[in-house]
């Protein structure tokens, strides 16, 4: 059996920033996480107005939801949301990836819900951008680690452009200089900047230092879903996103082996991570 991931594929992954993989989650296994995301989202939006943002500390989980439109919502923390979702944290195909191109002791970083509706993003205004705590890492600038491996997840075809498809440019992760905060601003796309065409059940993975952004949507086109979880390096400190979990998700919910994507500390009682 080869060794995953494969001497090219890491090759592209260190080169480009990024790494896609088609067929990497089953076509049943997609339509049972788009039946758990559309309930999830039911019992997030319930109450809150079209325009709410997502409250931080949050009070209750609802809290952490933000509602664009009749349908169109993103989701933060959504591991405690169903076992589905949980069980893509430590996905046996995944982890040879995460481990390759992370750590081999990876810890859980954030994980979310992207349901978009053409209509709700015809003006999409995000900007040009790069991921991670102190606005990108930048003060680990010019040449920013990987600290962050970024993991999306198609649940829909989006193998044509102009579908808000993630958007990002080749290489960028490696560039020791950034683009103008306005040409950041801008919506026309970068020499060389590439929409990710992929179909539902396809992987990504992508540097935190890559400069991306999301693809405007032809009026036609329909909408999204994506999953997106992160992972980060042991020794980091526990980010803020494991603040909106509950007691009961730490203590009950998780496999033994899923809790090793937390630090010890978030547990009652606490349990040592040796080594960190």
């Keep these: 059996m080869a060794t995953l991931p494969t001497a090219a594929e890491r090759f592209c992954f260190e080169t480009q920033g990024y790494l896609v993989l088609e067929n990497f989650l089953a076509a049943d296994h997609v339509a049972r996480l788009l ?19 997502a409250v ?8 952490l939801t933000q509602v664009h439109g009749e349908k169109s919502t993103r989701i933060l923390n959504i591991l405690e949301d169903d076992a ?18 992370c750590n081999r ?4 970083c954030a994980s979310d819900a992207i349901v978009e509706e053409t209509a709700d993003f ?4 995000d900007g040009w951008h790069i991921d991670g705590s102190d606005n990108g890492y930048r003060s680990l600038s ?19 452009p102009w579908r808000g498809n993630l958007t990002l440019v ?49 009026p036609s086109a329909p909408g999204r879903r994506m999953l997106y979880y992160a992972y980060e390096h042991p020794w980091m400190m526990a980010n803020t996103a494991h603040w909106g979990y509950s007691r009961d998700f730490y203590n009950r919910q998780l496999t033994p082996a899923q809790r090793q994507f937390f630090h010890g500390f978030l547990f009652d009682p606490p349990e040592w991570r040796g080594g960190i």
């Design 35 to 53: 039946a758990a995301l559309d309930a999830a989202v039911a019992r997030r939006r319930a109450g809150y107005p079209a325009g709410y943002k």
């Design 56 to 63: 931080w500390p949050p009070k209750q989980k609802a809290d």
């Design 84 to 101: 589905l979702f949980r069980e893509l944290l430590d996905w046996p195909a995944l982890l040879p990836y995460v481990h390759a191109f």
């Design 105 to 108: 002791d990876p810890h859980y």
């Design 122 to 125: 015809l003006k999409r205004t």
């Design 142 to 160: 010019p040449q920013i680690p990987l600290l962050q491996l970024k993991v999306g997840y198609y649940l829909t075809d989006m193998t044509q």
């Design 170 to 218: 080749p290489g960028s992760h490696l560039a020791r200089a950034e683009p103008a905060p306005e040409e950041r601003r801008k919506r026309e796309l970068f020499p060389g900047a590439l929409q990710v065409c992929a179909p539902a059940g396809s992987v990504i993975f992508f540097h935190n230092a890559i400069w991306h952004t999301a693809a405007p949507y032809e």
